[in-house]
């Protein structure tokens, strides 16, 4: 969401505040514009945080073991949205 409203994805950000909540459309169509923008990375790191959202959160099946094998994708994308907003 940060990065969406750093690089002023237009359309994406008029549909949410219009709606007035985000829809995980919303959340794929921004991933992918993101993507092209700061590298393929990008979506693998979203697909491996999508994934421990609702895996790990949602229906709590994850073990430690897979849960860490994608903390280092997340770890990434949390870092280089930092380094792209500062």
Known sequence: KALTMHLNLGDII?????????TVTD??????????SVGRWFREAWDAA???HIW???????D????????DYVERMVEETKKIIE
Not at 14 to 22: F, I, P, Q
Not at 56 to 62: K, P, V
Not at 64 to 71: G, H, L, N, V
């Open 14 to 22: 008029t549909r949410v505040r219009e709606r007035g909540r985000w």
């Open 27 to 36: 959340l794929e169509r921004a991933v992918r514009l993101i993507s092209k």
């Open 50 to 52: 999508n994934y421990l």
């Open 56 to 62: 790990g959160f949602h229906e709590a099946i994850l």
């Open 64 to 71: 430690k073991d897979a849960i860490m094998e994608r903390m």
